[in-house]
Every structure is written in C-alpha cells, then in structure tokens.
C-alpha cells in the first residue's frame, strides 16, 4: 500500500513571496503519478501540478513547479510570487501508473493549509 | 470547470435515512471515483468503476453502495446514515493518462 505524508499542517507566506510545500511518501511501485491539488475555501479540488515518475525533469505549470526527488520519495511544491488567491489547502497526492483491471485510485496526504498574507 | 458534474451540492437528512449521490463524468471516461472528506480531514477513497463495472473498493462502509450506469453516470447510496457519515463525497474521473478531475463536491449533513 502507499502511502503520502505531508509534515506541514499550516504554513504562511507574505504576498509575493516564495513558498515550498513538503510532500513524501511511500510505495514499491516503480512508475507512478504524483499530483499537487489546492483546494480553496470553496472546497473545490483543483489540480495544480502532476510529475510522472519515469520523467526526471520536474514538472512546472506557471509560478507552480515541483522538486521530485524518486530516490528519496520527495515531492515538494514552490510557489513563487505568492498571491492572495493561493490561500488554500494543498493536498498531494500518488496515482499508481495506469492499469486497465486495477483501480487507480489516488491516495492523498493529510494537506497542508496555505494562508498567504497581504 | 472539470467537467465533471455532481448533485446534489448540499443534502440535509435525518439519522437513519437514506440518500442518492450522483455524478456525471467528463466525456469520454470511463473510470469514476468515490472520495469522502470529513471535516478537516484529507481525502479517503471510496470506490471506483470502470465502465459499469466495479475494480477497487477503499473504506467503504457496508451501509454504502455505488453503481456505475450504461451512460457512465454513477450513484453512491448511503444508507442508515449516522451523524458521523457527514462530510464532503467528491466523484472524479480519470482519463487512462492518469490524471483525476473532481467534481464540485456534495456536502452532506446528517443531523
């Protein structure tokens, strides 16, 4: 079984700032997904980043990008430029790599809340 | 906007009663999952169906059961409900490049 932990339950961050958020887990698994999803106070579950594991080169999305570390099972998140509309929670979160009969069913860590301050 | 449709987005219902989740995935996939987030907790997975048919169960309560219809859409039924069944269900559905778009959430309140 998997499993995603996430050290940080409350961070905070002044605006325009950078910010990275811990994330590590735990499998046998050689090829997997691992996701970043922010979830705002409308408790909306938005997907901000994904990182497949056979790829070494971290993932980026705009001021969002990861340090993926697969010998030390390290998934962490920076935000540059921090702005008001990032405070949230951020779950990360592992996906088995896709199978037809099995379910690929994604395991989250317990979250970390994010409140970015003006 | 996922795509991914759910309703209701609120239910109130009394102890012991029943209720119907539903949710319509994004065109084209075929896998929808059952995720339960209680208050101030992270995501558990429920259950997951794969074009009608059901690959995995997570923690899933007895008193739960979910089915995945021809046209894709999907209902979780909650029965006997207690107080501690309220939380927020999210369905989500996965294209085969893994990836998971949620819907917008029903939150539950069991009173």
């Known amino acids: 079984a998997q499993t995603v932990t996430q050290s940080q339950p409350e961070m905070s961050v002044q605006e325009a700032e950078t910010v990275t958020l811990s994330c590590t887990y735990d499998t046998s698994e050689n090829n997997y997904y691992l996701f970043w999803y922010k979830q705002p106070p409308s408790r909306q579950m938005i997907l901000v980043i994904r990182q497949e594991a056979y790829k070494q080169q971290n993932a980026t999305e705009n001021r969002f990008s990861v340090n993926f570390q697969k010998a030390a099972k390290s998934f962490s998140l920076k935000i540059s430029d921090s702005q008001l509309g990032d405070t949230a929670m951020y779950f990360c979160a592992f996906m088995k790599h896709y199978r037809l009969n099995a379910g690929n069913m994604l395991t989250f860590g317990g979250g970390t809340r994010l409140m970015v301050k003006p | 906007d996922s795509g991914v449709t759910q309703t209701p987005k609120h239910l109130i219902t009394a102890t012991g009663q029943r209720v119907t989740l539903r949710c319509s995935p994004r065109s084209g996939d075929l896998s929808v999952y059952w995720y339960q987030q209680s208050l101030d907790q992270g995501l558990q997975f429920l259950i997951h169906?794969?074009?009608?048919?059901?690959?995995a169960k997570g923690n899933i309560l007895e008193r739960f059961s979910a089915q995945q219809f021809p046209d894709l859409h999907s209902e979780l039924n909650l029965s006997s409900l207690e107080l501690g069944d309220s939380a927020l269900y999210f369905c989500a559905s996965s294209p085969p490049q893994g990836k998971a778009f949620f819907g917008q959430g029903t939150r539950l309140t069991v009173v």
């Open positions: 169906y794969y074009n009608g048919e059901e690959r």
